[in-house]
């Protein structure tokens, strides 16, 4: 049996490095090596991997400063090393610092770290078709040896409760960075004219920077409209998307934004939900020609009531019975057909 050697660490256990070990350890010898403490200790004692006996190595996004130990030990080694490129290094830096002047020499830092990284891995994992021809371009190497490994779930029986609401149930989740435009949901919510807003109730689950999202709803009067909650367990947030009847999804205007697909996008796709999204690169190529789903071309006022109308008024969409969005789930984001590729891919790689 081969055996693949996984560099993680404290987000080991974050929902697509947890799928990458079950779902190699069904067919590879797995040998895990945390890497964790400060980052001078960390990168000393990474070392010791080179009395380890792997065939390949796999390092887990987002622990890409352990490549350059990594590959210099491979030196003597001369194994496969497989990186994920969940997010873009450079891309993730951009984000994170999207209203902030940019720092030259950090910026460069982090373009050459992705560089380095792309050049002299044996192959690439990332999380888009999109991502992953942005590699392509920026390397030389094939089609064959990067793999778009898409947000993937179990999926899930849903039956749709067909008791008659009073309110519009809008729902967004989100770590509330710029890629998401969390911000920017709240100013179309205060922008819809009083008759409307009157009859949607908006939910937000937000894992950071709840405060401020809470005082620009507070600044609008939105009391009656938009709930925020916090960290929530996964049991409120899966009930929170069954009890929705159209789930928003990402409105930033980063480059990221325009390169990804959300875990609440594959979720709400995962219980055949409505879904009003920005539309970007990767949403016209995941979700496009779908009734259940409504790209936003512009994301301002104007569309965004014109959409709301649409599903207020039309019982086709709202009683949909062919799930459009949960045929885009079976097609790109279930587990079983991921998996097979994923495995696919390691084979290639091994042999």
């Not at 010791?48 to 130990?69: E, G, Q, R, T, V």
């Not at 984001?333 to 091994?350: A, M």
């Amino acid at each position: 049996m081969k055996k693949i050697l996984i560099i993680s660490g404290e987000y080991k256990n974050y929902e697509r490095n947890y799928l990458f070990f079950e779902i190699l350890k069904k067919k590879y010898s797995i040998i895990n090596y945390n890497y964790e403490g400060n980052f001078f200790k960390k990168n000393l004692n990474i070392i010791k991997i080179i009395f380890l006996n792997y065939d390949l190595i796999f390092i887990n996004w987002p622990y890409w400063s352990s490549f350059f130990m990594v590959n210099f030990i491979n030196y003597f080694k001369r194994k496969p090393i497989i990186y994920d490129f969940f997010t873009l290094i450079h891309e993730d830096y951009l984000d994170k610092n999207f209203n902030k002047k940019k720092i030259f020499i950090i910026d460069r830092l982090y373009l050459y770290f992705e560089k380095f990284i792309v050049n002299k891995s044996s192959a690439l994992i990332t999380d888009t078709e999109i991502h992953k021809n942005i590699l392509i371009r920026k390397s030389k190497k094939m089609n064959n040896q990067i793999l778009s490994f898409e947000i993937s779930q179990k999926k899930v029986s849903f039956i749709k409760s067909k008791k008659r609401k009073s309110k519009l149930k809008l729902l967004h989740s989100s770590a509330n960075r710029n890629m998401h435009g969390a911000d920017k949901i709240i100013h179309l919510i205060a922008s819809l004219p009083k008759k409307i807003k009157s009859k949607i109730k908006l939910k937000m689950i937000l894992k950071d920077y709840q405060g401020k999202l809470q005082l620009l709803t507070d600044k609008y009067n939105l009391k009656n409209n938009v709930e925020i909650f916090k960290r929530v367990k996964k049991n409120f947030f899966l009930d929170s998307v069954k009890k929705a009847d159209v789930c928003l999804g990402i409105f930033g205007n980063s480059n990221k934004s325009n390169n990804v697909i959300s875990n609440f996008i594959v979720t709400s796709c995962n219980y055949s939900k409505i879904i009003i999204t920005k539309k970007t690169s990767a949403s016209n190529y995941y979700l496009k020609n779908n009734a259940k789903i409504i790209l936003l071309s512009k994301v301002n006022s104007k569309f965004f009531l014109k959409a709301i109308k649409e599903i207020s008024s039309s019982k086709k969409i709202m009683n949909l019975k062919k799930d459009s969005s949960k045929i885009i789930f079976n097609k790109k984001f279930d587990i079983q057909i991921n998996s097979r590729k994923l495995i696919k891919f390691f084979d290639q790689c091994l042999n």
